[in-house]
């Protein structure tokens, strides 16, 4: 059979990054149709040495399969981002993300146990109430950007508050993550890539030293937050060590807002271009608004891939990979294959059901630690701005993240009556 022309798709090219939204997930459909999955060059490398290229994983089949099975598909190889990671970089970024098990699970179960039943209800009751807060000063500001007065403040206010940061360090923690995750953006980080490197790991420096500070203080005089119980040995005697506990706060701070804010800030705007959704979502709010966050996050997939790394030869839904070959597990196209999702894979439907999507990633060990946050945090902010402005809506074009790896608004106008 002759291979389907792809030769104007190149994933690894920022210029496709750059492309309208509905042009990339029509490219992702052609990338799915292909069989072998498709192969792409990795590009220039930010670290100055050679780097193989990488399948791209865009079957919600395959994302599930190489996901469930740690062991063939590592994440410690490398890393989970397309170039592999220098020691410099794994000091700050080297959490357990990129780690396979026994480190992971030491570092997963530890972190775990640190989410204790009293700290989770406290947050969920925290979570509600500052939406609250949130929406309340919205209303009196009036029209603004949504991003900077909501999206971004609820992330990072919940995430800085369970590990005990004060408000102080808000912009300075915000700034970093950004920085972090920029992507190729020249908002956040310079086009020259000696400077973009320094930059991620001055960010990467920055909150590390925040977090190892606060640690000294949570070490002599334990308080009720997380970095106290992930400083300070839990009742089997496991803490974090000091590097662990920096590197983990990284992870947890990136992860914690740059993926949340994005998707609510995604669901503005999809309710208002489907106000039929935003109809069914007001009629039983109650009712709805669970499917409806699950169905953002599948439709928007914020994380939009993660990487693994073959351990040894093998085979997965009949095709041969070879030790040390990279695939790029696509859940922003897995998320939308018309073999799980039906013909309306592409369509937003709040309704959904069931909607087996991977958005936090699919089942196995990494599936993400914050789901259960970030689902709250989603349905707490909507439900208040339904509440209070029911007809708050974007005013006007989205100021799109330049990034292969985050699906992010930097900035959206929004009004309301
Ligand atoms: C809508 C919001 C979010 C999305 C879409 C998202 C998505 C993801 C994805 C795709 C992964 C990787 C799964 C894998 O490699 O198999 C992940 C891992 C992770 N996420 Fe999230 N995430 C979100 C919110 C959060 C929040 C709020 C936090 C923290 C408070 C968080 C913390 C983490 C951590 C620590 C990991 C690594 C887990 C591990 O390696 O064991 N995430 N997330």
Not at 204 to 215: N, P, S, W
Not at 361 to 384: D, K, N, T
Request: with cysteine; net charge negative.
């Amino acid at each position: 059979m002759p291979e389907p022309l792809i030769s104007d798709i190149d994933l690894s090219d920022m210029v496709f990054w750059a492309l309208p939204r509905a042009q990339r997930h029509a490219a992702y459909g052609r990338l799915r149709a292909l069989d072998p999955p498709p192969f792409f060059e990795a590009g220039e490398s930010p670290f100055g040495v050679p780097e193989r290229g990488y399948y791209a994983l865009v079957r919600h089949a395959d994302v599930a399969e190489a996901s469930r099975n740690p062991q063939l598909f590592s994440s410690g190889a490398g890393a989970t981002s397309i170039f592999d990671l220098p020691a410099e970089f794994n000091e700050y970024f080297g959490s357990m993300i990129n780690m396979d098990d026994p480190r992971h699970a030491r570092l997963r179960r530890i972190v775990s146990r640190a989410f204790t039943p009293k700290m989770i209800k406290k947050f969920e009751e925290d979570v509600q109430r500052t939406a609250g807060v949130i929406v309340e000063e919205l209303v009196e500001r009036g029209p603004c950007d949504f991003v900077q007065h909501v999206s971004a403040r609820l992330p990072l206010k919940i995430i800085c508050d369970m590990m005990g940061i004060g408000d102080e360090h808000f912009d300075m923690v915000l700034r970093n993550t950004n920085i972090i995750l920029s992507g190729a953006d020249p908002e956040f980080i310079s086009e020259n890539m000696n400077e973009a490197l320094t930059q991620i790991l001055t960010s990467g420096g920055e909150l590390a030293a925040l977090v190892t500070g606060l640690a000294e203080q949570r070490v002599a005089a334990p308080a009720d937050d997380l970095v106290s119980s992930l400083a300070n040995a839990n009742i089997d005697g496991e803490a974090l060590t000091p590097a662990e506990l920096a590197s983990f706060f990284v992870l947890l701070v990136v992860a914690g807002n740059e993926t949340t804010r994005n998707a609510i800030s995604h669901a503005l705007l999809l309710l208002t271009e489907h106000p039929d959704q935003r109809e069914l979502l007001l009629a039983n709010l109650d009712g709805r608004i669970g499917p409806a966050v699950e169905e953002i996050v599948r439709y928007v997939s914020p994380v939009i891939w993660m990487r693994r790394t073959l351990t040894a030869d093998t085979v997965m839904n009949g095709h041969a990979y070879q030790a040390n070959d990279k695939v790029l597990l696509f859940y922003a196209a897995a998320n939308r294959d018309e073999s799980v999702f039906g013909p309306t894979a592409n369509e937003f439907d709040i309704t959904r059901s069931p909607n087996p999507h991977v958005g936090f990633g699919a089942a196995g060990p990494h599936f993400c630690l914050g789901a259960h946050l970030a689902r709250r945090e989603i349905s707490a902010v909507l439900r208040e701005l339904l509440t209070r402005v029911p007809d708050i809506r974007a005013a006007g074009e989205p100021d799109y993240l330049l990034s292969s790896f985050i699906n992010g608004i930097k900035h959206l106008p929004c009004e309301f009556s």
